[in-house]
């Protein structure tokens, strides 16, 4: 069963517009959630992350928003650039099995290719 | 910094065969991780180390073995490699009490 969500394989955005990509999940003892932005032929890199505690955080074009009560959370991008193009992964981390702490096993989804139209 | 780095890039299996993925980061990270990656699929955790000499299993574990002899390097061993592994396998590492993962570029491989 898949306890990340992302219900949109892709997305297409006309420059300058917002673009909202949108992750759900299903597991309520998800402490913390991460985007992360992969072009081909390279790995994921760390955009922005939310902890539980919160219901927003923000850094520069990029937003993200959690909605504990939905299990829902969103990434917006604003305004979007043709550079933003590539797959946004989003990820809840789990406790690790052996060793607890609140990071350790991301659980990704199965990430939504962002197309930006100049 | 380097950062994470992983070789090689590409290889070609033949069934049964055996490989070693290296995998080396200098940040100081005490975690490390290994994930694979399938077409049309997110990432799933194979093995992770939370420093040198702890390794422990994680989603995927099965035809796979790990070490973790330094903080440095977290190689991946396929034993009799079989085409269920044919995927794309990317390392990453991180500081203790962090969640971010930094992953090194991948490395994409084809058992046939």
């Known amino acids: 069963d898949q306890q990340v969500k992302q219900n949109s394989p892709s997305l297409s955005v006309q420059e300058g517009r917002i673009s909202i990509l949108n992750c759900d999940y299903t597991n309520s003892m998800f402490d913390y959630f991460l985007w992360y932005k992969k072009y081909p032929a390279e790995g994921p890199t760390f955009l922005i992350s939310i902890s539980s505690i919160k219901d927003k955080n923000e850094d520069g074009r990029f937003t993200v928003f959690l909605n504990k009560s939905a299990k829902h959370l969103s990434l917006h991008i604003v305004p979007s650039q043709p550079g933003d193009s590539a797959v946004y992964f989003c990820?809840?981390?789990?406790?690790?099995?052996?060793?607890?702490?609140?990071?350790?096993?991301?659980?990704f989804g199965k990430g939504t290719k962002l197309s930006v139209k100049p | 910094n380097a950062g994470v780095t992983q070789t090689p890039k590409f290889r070609i299996l033949k069934i049964g065969q055996s490989m070693t993925l290296q995998c080396a980061q200098d940040m100081n990270h005490n975690y490390m991780y290994w994930y694979r990656q399938d077409p049309g699929m997110g990432l799933k955790l194979i093995y992770y180390?939370?420093?040198?000499?702890?390794?422990d299993k994680g989603e995927v574990p099965n035809g796979y073995n790990v070490s973790r002899s330094t903080t440095e390097d977290f190689p991946l061993r396929l034993e009799l490699a079989a085409p269920s592994q044919t995927s794309v396998y990317f390392c990453?590492?991180?500081?203790?009490?962090?969640?971010?993962?930094?992953f090194g570029p991948g490395t994409r491989l084809t058992v046939t």
């Open positions: 990820a809840a981390s789990a406790v690790l099995m052996n060793y607890g702490g609140s990071q350790g096993n991301l659980i």
């Open positions: 990453a590492s991180s500081y203790e009490g962090k969640s971010e993962q930094y």
């Open positions: 180390s939370v420093g040198a000499g702890i390794t």
